[in-house]
């Protein structure tokens, strides 16, 4: 019998715009609150920025309610970023609070898919053994 199995599975909606209006009222602030250097500058080379903050913000709530937690103590948005493959395929990375959370829940591996249009982003995360 194979022993993979969810250990939780999470997803999230953000809006575009409110996206996009913390970008222009706070700027810099805000980035350096929620994303990781990586993701800020993966996200800021696009002309459409927003929208892939907004799928990087939903993927982030969405590893939050996969592991169980939403954001509680040590776990924060920056507890979890998204960083791409080559190919475009995006993967999860942890910080050292989520990564001994993710080690004492025995997980193996965590999948997310993120989706965005120009209104909204959409992101789905799998916590699995």
């Given at each position: 019998m194979n022993?993979?199995?969810?250990?939780?599975?999470?997803?999230?909606?953000?809006?575009?715009?409110?996206?996009?209006?913390?970008?222009?009222?706070?700027?810099?602030?805000?980035?350096?609150?929620?994303?990781?250097?990586?993701e800020i500058k993966y996200?800021?080379?696009?002309?459409?920025?927003?929208?892939?903050?907004?799928?990087?913000?939903?993927?982030?709530?969405?590893?939050?309610?996969?592991?169980?937690t939403g954001f509680i103590e040590k776990i924060t948005l920056k507890s979890f970023s998204v960083l791409n493959q080559k190919n475009g395929m995006p993967y999860a990375v942890f910080d050292d609070?989520?990564?001994?959370?993710?080690d004492e829940l025995g997980a193996k591996k965590m999948s997310i898919s993120l989706s965005h249009l120009k209104d909204y982003a959409v992101a789905f995360a799998i916590l699995s053994k």
């Open positions: 022993s993979d199995y969810i250990i939780g599975v999470g997803t999230d909606i953000c809006d575009v715009a409110r996206i996009n209006n913390m970008l222009t009222k706070y700027g810099e602030n805000f980035l350096d609150k929620v994303f990781t250097k990586e996200c800021s080379a696009f002309p459409n920025s927003a929208e892939h903050y907004a799928a990087r913000f939903a993927a982030k709530e969405a590893m939050s309610k996969a592991f169980g609070n989520a990564k001994k959370l993710f």
